[in-house]
């Protein structure tokens, strides 16, 4: 009879009345014993509650359960070789009973898979890193807020106000140019300059949507203002700017080759890391700058959140943020600076710059994307 009723009241409770029994129980073995047991806190918790934890206990509670779940699987569109094994190694070596397991792709095969694993109930992803990849896995309910004592040291654009997000690195939009085809005294200088007829047929750029042309129209629309910007657009469509498929990087690297003497829309740290190793290039801002956000936060089902939130936080901590400054990527966090301290604002070369919000991307970036396709290929 006993054993009946036992299982009649399992069927009726639910997973968060589980987890509600097992913290009483807890209370009151505590109340009991004298002291609450971190171990204790832990147990029958919610990603959820792992994600948003801010006790005292909060660090010792993350490393035994992160022993238990022993490793951490992470999502990213960071280039592997550069940046995510020297993470994946720092982590490793702080917290040696966790491995890092990881795939790599653009933001939309991220967030495609992703959801594809959800629909099928698959939960395998503990963290989600990406320009627009977050913002795109949060709008189909797949994210989890969470607390990390190091955002606090962040500023407002960099982290979400809603706590699905923080950021690993900055995005630096700006010009590419071959030093041996431009002289200085014809650079240019601002993004009028680039209407000149010196540059008709004279320039490149990507395609890309996270990375070229669109991001560019959406700088100047977002800057600008949508009637003086479409203005200035139509003006520069007449300048016959070479497009390609190719990726930011490779566009660099034709310019580099002398294929063009300009490349519009380049990352600013690929150019000082060719230069750097000998190539005949160097950037120039156009004032705003147009900033992308390398996001990352918690997948909403995170099978090891323990371990994820351990790997949130060394991301984000300066320690984690050191290891993005030596790997040539420009850290997020105010404190630790580029290797070479101009390519980020107020180090000497650009002041303003115009952080895109992933939500903004995410809003209007097909906006973007069909003003490009539209106007540019047609």
């Known amino acids: 009879?006993?054993?009946?009723?036992?299982?009649?009241?399992?069927?009726?409770?639910?997973?968060?009345?589980?987890?509600?029994?097992?913290?009483?129980?807890?209370?009151?073995?505590?109340?009991?014993?004298?002291?609450?047991?971190?171990?204790?806190?832990?147990?029958?918790?919610?990603?959820?509650?792992?994600?948003?934890?801010?006790?005292?206990?909060?660090?010792?509670?993350?490393?035994?359960?992160?022993?238990?779940?022993?490793?951490?699987?992470?999502?990213?569109?960071?280039?592997?070789?550069?940046?995510?094994?020297?993470?994946?190694?720092?982590?490793?070596?702080?917290?040696?009973?966790?491995?890092?397991?990881?795939?790599?792709?653009?933001?939309?095969?991220?967030?495609?898979?992703?959801?594809?694993?959800?629909?099928?109930?698959?939960?395998?992803?503990?963290?989600?890193?990406?320009?627009?990849?977050?913002?795109?896995?949060?709008?189909?309910?797949?994210?989890?807020?969470?607390?990390?004592?190091?955002?606090?040291?962040?500023?407002?654009?960099?982290?979400?106000?809603?706590?699905?997000?923080?950021?690993?690195?900055?995005?630096f939009m700006t010009l590419g140019y071959n030093t041996r085809s431009v002289k200085p005294n014809e650079l240019p200088k601002t993004y009028e300059d680039l209407l000149q007829p010196r540059w008709r047929g004279q320039m490149m750029w990507s395609t890309s949507r996270g990375s070229g042309a669109p991001q560019f129209i959406g700088n100047i629309l977002l800057t600008m203002g949508q009637e003086a910007g479409k203005a200035y657009l139509q003006k520069l469509k007449g300048q016959n700017i070479a497009k390609s498929t190719a990726s930011a990087r490779q566009i660099l690297d034709l310019v580099i080759a002398g294929e063009y003497p300009l490349a519009v829309q380049i990352f600013n740290h690929h150019a000082y890391i060719s230069k750097s190793a000998g190539a005949p290039v160097e950037w120039q801002p156009l004032e705003p700058v147009t900033a992308t956000i390398n996001t990352i936060g918690l997948a909403k089902n995170s099978p090891r959140p323990h371990a994820a939130m351990l790997f949130l936080d060394f991301l984000l901590s300066k320690k984690g943020q050191k290891i993005v400054q030596l790997s040539n990527y420009l850290p997020s966090h105010p404190e630790i600076p580029a290797l070479q301290a101009d390519l980020k604002p107020g180090g000497g070369r650009f002041k303003k710059a115009n952080y895109i919000n992933p939500d903004v991307l995410y809003d209007q970036g097909n906006d973007w994307v069909d003003y490009f396709q539209n106007q540019f290929l047609k």
């Not at 509600?20 to 004298?34: E, I, K, N």
Request: proline share 2%; charged share 25%; with cysteine.
């Open 1 to 171: 009879m006993g054993r009946l009723f036992s299982e009649s009241i399992s069927k009726m409770m639910t997973a968060s009345t589980y987890r509600l029994v097992a913290r009483c129980f807890c209370w009151l073995l505590a109340a009991t014993l004298g002291a609450l047991s971190f171990t204790c806190l832990s147990w029958g918790a919610s990603v959820e509650d792992v994600a948003l934890m801010k006790s005292a206990e909060r660090q010792k509670i993350l490393i035994e359960g992160a022993k238990k779940e022993g490793k951490v699987s992470f999502y990213t569109g960071l280039i592997v070789d550069q940046v995510v094994r020297p993470l994946k190694e720092g982590f490793e070596k702080e917290y040696p009973f966790v491995q890092v397991d990881f795939f790599r792709g653009n933001s939309e095969n991220i967030a495609r898979r992703v959801l594809t694993e959800y629909q099928a109930k698959r939960y395998d992803v503990d963290v989600v890193s990406g320009s627009a990849a977050t913002s795109m896995v949060q709008r189909a309910g797949f994210m989890q807020r969470f607390y990390s004592p190091h955002l606090a040291e962040y500023p407002a654009e960099l982290k979400d106000a809603k706590g699905f997000w923080g950021s690993t690195n900055i995005y």
